[in-house]
């Protein structure tokens, strides 16, 4: 099955520094890649994904880029607030299965 | 839109009792709905999928008697953790996807469920 690697675990950056999260996947047949940021003792929320006929994707501070070739997909978070604190959760699901296998979390803390 | 609740938010139950979460999708009709655990700083781990009307996959290592899941509608589903022991004290985590109009394979997902067996 799938496996999806994340690093790094934690991440203290700078307010205001950029931050990036980077993801690796095993099966090559897998074709969707969603980002969820998760706050304590909340669900998963959806920030951005990226299916794979697309190399990159951006929505305001926050971005994805996928290397299909390497199998590795990165998430990009410029002009860091403390709001942005929270776990970020990589995953990965294969073309035509729902599943959603995800990467181990990474704990990003801005500082103020 | 797009929204999923669980109910209830958090349930603090005995040993050896049976304790039921509600996952309901709010303004949309899913196909499909998943339920996941988490424990204290890990990530998630998918216990199975349960299409409307049909019974659930469960994952490898999943005891289906003991995690029972119906999806009696397209808006309704609920996990009903059995004869509980404190080693299923988790966060559970339902989320939905395969809502007729949205992104194939988007999943949207519910505030969780904190569980705690006394």
């Known amino acids: 099955g799938e496996n999806v690697e994340q690093h790094p675990s934690t991440l203290s950056v700078q307010e205001g520094d950029s931050a990036v999260i980077k993801c690796t996947y095993s099966?090559?047949?897998?074709?969707?890649f969603p980002w969820y940021k998760q706050e304590l003792g909340k669900g998963p929320q959806l920030i951005i994904d990226?299916?794979?006929?697309?190399g990159e994707k951006k929505d305001q501070r926050i971005a994805v880029t996928l290397n299909k070739t390497a199998k590795h997909f990165s998430l990009h978070i410029t002009e860091t607030q403390p709001e942005d604190s929270a776990v970020y959760f990589c995953?990965?699901?294969?073309?035509?299965?729902?599943?959603?296998?995800f990467g181990t979390g990474t704990r990003l803390t801005i500082i103020p | 839109g797009a929204v999923v609740s669980q109910h209830p938010s958090w349930v603090i139950c005995k040993s050896g009792t049976s304790v039921k979460i509600e996952c309901r999708s709010l303004?949309?009709?899913?196909?499909?709905m998943f339920w996941y655990r988490q424990f204290p700083k890990q990530s998630l781990m998918l216990m199975a999928t349960?299409?409307?009307?049909?019974?659930?996959?469960?994952e490898q290592g999943v005891e289906k008697d003991k995690f029972l899941i119906n999806h009696a509608s397209l808006t309704l589903s609920t996990l009903t953790v059995t004869s509980a022991h404190p080693e299923d004290s988790s966060f559970y985590i339902c989320?939905?996807?395969?809502?007729?109009?949205?992104?194939?394979?988007?999943?949207?997902f519910g505030p969780g469920t904190r569980l705690t067996v006394l």
């Open positions: 099966d090559s047949a897998s074709n969707y």
């Open positions: 349960s299409n409307e009307g049909s019974k659930a996959t469960y």
């Open positions: 990226i299916r794979s006929n697309v």
């Open positions: 989320s939905a996807g395969g809502a007729s109009g949205l992104p194939y394979n988007e999943q949207f």
């Open positions: 303004d949309f009709q899913a196909t499909t």
């Open positions: 995953a990965a699901s294969l073309f035509g299965n729902e599943k959603l296998t």
